[in-house]
C-alpha cells in the first residue's frame, strides 16, 4: 500500500527538475593523456547514439526481405509492425483492423512457416 508524500504536483515536478544533475562539459577539454603529442578531448570519445552503422543496416534490410518474400500484404506488415517497429500484437490488430486474437493466430502460422522453410534450406544445404 502506497503512502502520499504530501506535496502539491507541482512542487513534485521541482524537486524531479532540482534532483536531476545537470553537468556541463566543454567538447574541447582534454579527455586524457596519450603518449603521442596529440590530444584527445571530450569530442574524440563523445558517440553519436543516433549514428547507424551502415552494414548493420543493410543487412537488417536484406533479412526484412528475405523474410517477407512471398508472403501477403497482411503477412509482412504483422512481421515489420510486431518486430521492427516493436507493436505489440493489440497494437497491430488496430493498426490492420483485425483482432488482437487474429493477429497473434496468423504470427503463429507465419513462424510456423518460415521454421518450415528453414528447415528445408539447412537440408539443402547440407547436401551441397
Do not use: W
Not at 521541482?14 to 556541463?24: N, S, Y
Not at 590530444?39 to 523474410?67: A, F, G
Not at 518460415?114 to 534450406?121: E, G, I, P
Amino acid at each position: 500500500m502506497g503512502t502520499s508524500l504530501q506535496v502539491s504536483r507541482s512542487e513534485l515536478d521541482r524537486l524531479i527538475r532540482d534532483a536531476t544533475a545537470v553537468t556541463q562539459v566543454s567538447l574541447s577539454r582534454k579527455h586524457f593523456e596519450t603518449d603521442s603529442s596529440r590530444e584527445v578531448c571530450e569530442i574524440d570519445v563523445l558517440e553519436d547514439k543516433r549514428d547507424r552503422d551502415p552494414l548493420t543496416e543493410v543487412q537488417r534490410r536484406d533479412v526484412k526481405e528475405l523474410l517477407t518474400r512471398g508472403m501477403t500484404r497482411a503477412e509482412r506488415l504483422i512481421l515489420i509492425l510486431y518486430y521492427y517497429e516493436e507493436m505489440t500484437m493489440k497494437e497491430v490488430g488496430a493498426t490492420l483492423d483485425l483482432s488482437e486474437s487474429r493477429v497473434s493466430q496468423m504470427h503463429a502460422v507465419i513462424l510456423n512457416r518460415l521454421k518450415a522453410h528453414l528447415k528445408h534450406r539447412q537440408k539443402e544445404l547440407a547436401r551441397m
